[in-house]
């Protein structure tokens, strides 16, 4: 499978880039001519990933980095890379369960979003280490272009 | 994001506009806890007609709101949820526990 096109980004651990990633990723994708009811979904998943990585990985601590990949398969896939360099998941099975949450005000939905937006998910933790979240979604050919 | 809080006799009526995400979460959460902390407080409307987008950050504010007034006896509405803001309460299930209306006059004609 080879790569059309790709954007890789790093940033703050900082709440205000939430948005800023979510959009640009949001953005990028758009060249895949998806609907916007795919867009929104993408734009939750990103914000589920990047948060997680400031909520859980960084607790909060706004001088980490962030970092996120972006790609556009031949396929019309659509790949997305969100790493941080936190403290990492001790029981990756655990924390994939639905409403499953260390924090007791928060959900515990935000893999739940990314299982059900997205085609594939892959979680790579070691504790101490960090968290690398894989996800990917596969478009079907554009009709009008097909046809075209 | 801006957060508008009306009080009308014993309903708080807040309006959001903007995302609703990681980093309004806890603004919003504290605005509205310091106002329905008062007893007096009985309902609460959330009105999202200018809200375009949440996440379960968002979501988690929602919830904990609900769950403080449940415990006072108090009850809670959603107002004006897009579609795409609306897909993600249902995802949740809160729609099963807070009632959602088109509009604040939907709410008032009961
Ligand atoms: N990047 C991360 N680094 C460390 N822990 C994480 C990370 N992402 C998720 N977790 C853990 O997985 C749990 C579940 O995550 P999630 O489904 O997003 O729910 P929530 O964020 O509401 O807790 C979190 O409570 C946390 O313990
Ligand atoms: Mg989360």
Known sequence: ?148 | MEIDLKLIRNTLVVKIQGELDLLVAEKLRREIDSKIQSQQIKNLVLNLEKVSFIDSSGLGVIIGRYKRMNAKNGHMYIVGASPAVEKILFFSGINKLVPLYRSEQDIINI
């Open chain 1, 1 to 148: 499978m080879n790569v059309k096109n790709y954007v890789r980004f790093e940033f703050k651990s900082l709440a205000e880039n939430v948005s800023f990633a979510r959009s640009c990723v949001a953005a990028f994708a758009s060249q895949l001519d998806c609907t916007l009811e795919d867009i929104e979904e993408i734009k939750v998943v990103v914000s589920e990933a990047v948060s997680n990585s400031i909520i859980h990985a960084y607790e909060n601590r706004c001088n980490e980095k962030i970092m996120v990949m972006v790609s556009i398969m031949d396929d019309r896939s659509l790949e997305i890379v969100v790493e941080d360099h936190g403290k990492g998941i001790e029981d990756i099975e655990k924390a994939l369960e639905p409403a499953f949450s260390s924090d007791s005000s928060r959900t515990g939905l935000g893999f739940t979003f990314m299982k059900s937006f997205m085609d594939e998910m892959e979680v790579f933790s070691q504790p101490g280490e960090g968290t690398t979240v894989r996800l990917k979604r596969r478009f079907k050919e554009n009709e009008q272009k097909a046809y075209a």
